[in-house]
């Protein structure tokens, strides 16, 4: 049980472009996620909390008009990261909470050109 | 802030050697204590807890045990296995509900067999 997906895994774009990442919960509802980067070599660090049903609560230092978070429904929350640029290629990590522990989608790997 | 430092990698071992991988942390009252392993092509999983000082966590042969006093929460098990091969995380929760998590940089563990 507990399982958490993300989709895509990889996804390669173009300079400009928008891109979403989907992190769903698959047997249990979780009224908040939470929405990290991993770089080489260093520790995840969190984005923002996702919680259904409201907005965003996002951490010092993240542009929350480049990375748009949506919680619509118990069991899935995007992320899309708008005009991506080269900086922003990364392994992005979501996490699901519930009953007061986290589990973890297995990330995606975005390049942008 | 909190934060969590723990052991550059990577970590090479062979088959049933010892291993210790040293986690440090600092944080504001009272936190609790996580190691997380993300074996490859997964997303993190949890090995092990530890909620308050003196707790031990174990999990799989792996054992952690939460020193207050010197704000530690070293990895250890005692005769590792090629399956044990991955990457470790050792992470802090401050009190209070909103279950944010804080990561180390993470250590990649390979064992040969």
């Known amino acids: 049980g507990a399982v958490v997906s993300q989709h895509p895994s990889r996804v390669i774009c173009k300079s400009g472009t928008s891109v979403k990442i989907e992190c769903r919960s698959l047997?249990?509802?979780?009224?908040?996620m939470f929405w990290y980067r991993q770089f080489p070599k260093k520790s995840l660090m969190l984005m923002a909390t996702s919680n259904e049903g409201s907005k965003a609560t996002y951490e010092q230092g993240v542009e929350k008009d480049k990375f748009l978070i949506n919680h619509a429904s118990l069991t899935l929350s995007t992320l899309t990261v708008t005009s991506a640029h080269p900086e922003d290629s990364s392994f992005y990590i979501c996490?699901?909470?519930?009953?007061?522990?986290?589990?973890f989608g297995p990330g995606t790997r975005l390049t942008v050109l | 802030g909190n934060s969590v430092t723990q052991m550059e990698g990577p970590v090479t071992l062979s088959e049933e050697a010892f291993l210790t991988i040293n986690c440090t942390y600092t944080a504001t009252g009272y936190p609790s204590l996580f190691w997380y392993v993300q074996y490859p092509g997964e997303g993190l999983q949890l090995l092990l807890k530890a909620t308050k000082a003196d707790d031990k966590g174990s999990n799989k042969g792996f054992e952690a045990t939460y020193r207050k006093e010197t704000t530690s929460f070293h990895l250890e098990k005692g005769s590792v296995q090629v399956s044990d091969s991955a990457v470790y995380f050792c992470?802090?929760?401050?009190?209070?509900?909103?279950?944010?998590?804080?990561f180390g940089k993470g250590t990649l563990l390979t064992v040969n067999p």
């Open positions: 996490s699901a909470l519930t009953s007061g522990s986290s589990f």
């Open positions: 047997d249990f509802q979780a009224t908040t």
């Open positions: 992470a802090l929760r401050s009190g209070g509900s909103n279950y944010k998590l804080t």
